[in-house]
């Protein structure tokens, strides 16, 4: 296992396009977390799922925001009617169900809406 | 206000000095992580703790978690170019119950050779 793998790394779209990322998890994890990173910030939470159920949103996630988790392995994350605002890092990252397990982080995937 | 607030925003170091960056919470603190980011690059684990008084090292880094007062300290000896980035705490405010973190804005390390 490599890790947590997102898709694509980088997408440049046109305002009001909608997009879409994947996220692959630690095989074995069944906690994962969508996050999201503007310039000179920390990460900020989106949401989270286990398994395949969302079990948290972030008042952040805007009804243009979906999330998905099919059969509790990967993951995509939509973004519909895009704003020059979603210009950010979106990482994604992945843990165990044991208590204080670690998280583990991709590589992220930078948008940038023009 | 931030919940996490990290000092220094940022620090410059010759090579071979060392460093400590903190990590101060304004809420109990249930677990503390520390990451490192490259730019444009994704979170590297360094080190978690949960217990007050829990120290942990890898390699030359060194982690200290004081929940008491609320805070955790990022030691570096004998900085090296390698450890240049971005030193991110993140707090768990779950309990350990999820691994939801809230994080501070980082700490920007450069070191000179």
């Known amino acids: 296992d490599t890790g947590v793998s997102q898709n694509p790394r980088h997408k440049i779209t046109k305002r009001g396009q909608n997009v879409t990322f994947r996220c692959d998890p630690i095989s074995e994890h069944n906690r994962l977390y969508w996050y999201r990173q503007t310039l000179g910030q920390g990460p900020e939470f989106l949401t989270y799922?286990?398994?395949?159920?969302?079990?948290?949103k972030s008042r952040l996630l805007s009804d243009r925001f979906s999330a998905e988790r099919p059969k509790g392995s990967f993951s995509t994350l939509e973004i519909q009617r895009t704003e020059q605002g979603d210009s950010a890092m979106y990482l994604c990252?992945?843990?165990?169900?044991?208590?204080?397990?670690?998280?583990?982080f991709g590589q992220g995937t930078r948008l940038t809406v023009v | 206000s931030q919940e996490l607030e990290q000092s220094p925003q940022s620090l410059i170091v010759q090579e071979g000095k060392n460093l400590t960056i903190n990590c101060t919470s304004s809420k109990t603190l249930y677990g503390l992580y520390w990451y490192k980011q490259k730019y444009g690059e994704g979170l590297i684990f360094l080190m978690m703790?949960?217990?007050?008084?829990e120290e942990k090292s890898h390699e030359k880094i060194t982690a200290k978690l004081d929940e008491k007062k609320q805070q955790s300290s990022l030691h570096i000896t004998a900085s090296q170019p390698s450890h240049a980035g971005i030193y991110l705490c993140?707090?768990?405010?779950?309990?350990?119950?999820?691994?939801?973190?809230?994080f501070g804005t980082g700490t920007l390390l450069a070191v000179q050779p």
């Open positions: 990252a992945s843990s165990g169900t044991g208590r204080g397990g670690e998280a583990f």
């Open positions: 993140g707090a768990d405010r779950s309990g350990g119950a999820t691994n939801k973190l809230i």
């Open positions: 799922f286990q398994n395949e159920a969302q079990l948290e």
């Open positions: 703790l949960q217990k007050g008084g």
